[in-house]
């Protein structure tokens, strides 16, 4: 930035620090670096820079802990992301390699990973969530439809000890539902694997995919947020309302469904935000029918936040105070433990009797004071979950 080049005395550090701040405010849609420098700014020397530098770094820093203002006109007033036409290759010959794993580090012991293995049944999202990654993983922005996705899944050789596999970490998983045969084809190979679950994740309200013919073990869970994120973050998305109307006709049918509450957002109102989804979720669906809830927040890249910042698009995301964890950019540990248990508080006996609830990616001493359980290990995690997952698949069978 021109503004930034110019400032004598700084740093080159310096410099690249304060661009990526001054990235942040305009995705903001509020300050500018300028409105926080000093108008008569002319430093006798370095130190008198430095410090200078300081001061502006402290006001943006009590802007991060503050927590994001969604009702902020200024920001309301700003436009959604352009909606691209939406194209479709129906006919993507995919590699020869369909499956990958959750994003989670290998034997982490910074976080508990549920060791989930992912298929890439669809490449690239028409939904433009702010906060998403998928963007960033493929070189354009065409949908690719795995034509030949039955006969791949039919000679797929599953790994040992492989029980979960999600379809929802290159695409939206229901975005398409079954109109380019996919749902049909993860049927198939469901029917073939009946001790695997195949999770369909989304952000969508479709039904029409729901046919008596899907086996029980292909289990849809839908995406869900605070109605400000969901109105000011997740673009192009299904409304809240009908995301849980979807879910409701879902397990109606006597499936399976599940829930990700996931990424929290600390924004300006997030207690009672958190506490009407909870209260709209409980009194649409019926814990009987629930197999999971997965609680969660926002995890950044050095990637994800340059991609973010290089976008224009307009955000509060990244007005968070950024604690480097594991290599990674999130909440601080005490702000992460007051949201998570306090919307782990806002759901009623019946559901934490009879639904898993589970931190995803998030740090092993965070268990306990949210959720009132833990575990010693990933594997110990991973049996739990089995356990309650084939268990509730059963029940409903």
Known sequence: MEFIEGLKGLTFQQKRILTEQAQDLVLWGGLRIEDLWPSDYNPANKVEATCIFNNVMQKIDAMRRSPADYSDSAFSSLQAPPSRRTVIEPDFKAPDTIMGRCPCPDESLFLRCCNLKTLDAVQQCAFACSYCSIK????????????????????????????????????????????YGTITALSRFAKKHPDIVVELKTKSSRTDWITPDIPANIVATWSLNAEPVVRNEEHFTAPLEARIKAASVCAGAGRAVGFHIHPMVRYKGWESGYRDLVRLLCDSIDPSSVIMVGIGTLTFTKSNLKALRSSGVHTKVTQMPLESIAGKYSYPFEMKKEMFGTLYSYFPQDWKDNVFFYLCMEDPALWEPCLGRSYASNAEFEADMKKHYLDKIRSLS
């Open 136 to 179: 960033n993983f493929y070189s354009d922005t065409a949908i690719k439809v795995v034509s030949d996705l039955e006969g791949k899944l039919e000679n797929l050789e599953v790994p040992e000890g492989v029980w979960h596999i999600g379809t929802g970490q290159s695409s939206d998983s229901l975005l398409l539902g079954n109109d």
